[in-house]
């Protein structure tokens, strides 16, 4: 990297996320309740929950529960999954991560309620990557990413705007919720919720409290239980074709 780039960055308060003093996230147990919806219809609607693992830089999901529209549960939902069981296990996760190899950052002054931001511009087209702003609280640490897409995902997906909230879950900075908006052909806005709760990180158990905090508008139910099936089962009710 270029001294004065080098220089740049070390002036700016997202420097903290390259300063490696926080432990990387390595492993991770979590149960995720997803939520997809569009404003023009509500056959296009659908409930997902599922195991997911990360360990030993492997990817894993467990559909446990499903229930709504077939279609935006094969296509919005389990492709989500799909496509991060992809990423990480091809190696390609760093892509998305919020680096100097993947943004340009710049001074974005205070938010309302008093907290830093940070612009970042990404260095490439790419739908891993959002054109917009990181929040920090006082302390320097990311709270939130918010923007738009660099890339649109297809031909039939536009303008897509995304929310990842952040949280220190067992020491350690993991998202604990995603919320995105998005233009689809023939189906008008749409949007979609992710809620995490970690079970446990870095190979050490921690409260499901601790990642309940941040909560998302859609995802309401009982609270998840261990799941009683074996690999690649699934439970279904309620479907709609």
């Known amino acids: 990297m270029p001294a004065a780039e080098t220089s740049d960055l070390s002036n700016n308060p997202i420097m903290r996320l390259f300063s490696r003093t926080e432990p990387p996230l390595r492993e991770y147990r979590a149960f995720r309740r997803m939520h997809a919806s569009t404003e023009k219809s509500s056959k296009y609607e659908a409930w997902m929950d599922a195991w997911t693992e990360l360990k030993d830089g492997h990817f894993s999901y467990q559909i446990v529960s499903e229930r709504g529209s077939d279609t935006v549960r094969s296509k919005v939902l389990r492709a989500m999954l799909e496509r991060e069981q ?50 920090l609280n006082e302390r320097g640490e990311l709270m939130r990413v918010e923007g738009k897409l660099a890339k649109n995902p297809s031909f039939w997906t536009s303008l897509v705007n995304i929310v990842r909230r952040y949280a220190h879950v067992g020491g350690v900075r993991v998202p604990v919720a995603i919320e995105t908006t998005a233009k689809v052909k023939f189906v008008g806005t749409s949007q979609m919720e992710v809620v995490y709760d970690y079970h446990s990180v870095n190979g050490r158990p921690v409260s499901s409290s601790a990642s309940a905090s941040e909560t998302v508008g859609g995802l309401n139910g009982p609270e998840p239980t261990a799941p009683a099936h074996s690999a690649g089962q699934s439970e279904t009710s309620a479907v709609e074709k």
């Open 86 to 135: 992809e990423l990480i296990n091809s190696g390609d996760s760093d892509k998305g991560e919020l680096t100097a190899a993947n943004y340009e950052f710049a001074e974005g002054g205070r938010s309302a309620d008093g907290s830093r931001v940070v612009q970042i511009k990404p260095r490439r087209s790419d739908v891993l990557l959002v054109d917009g702003r990181a929040v």
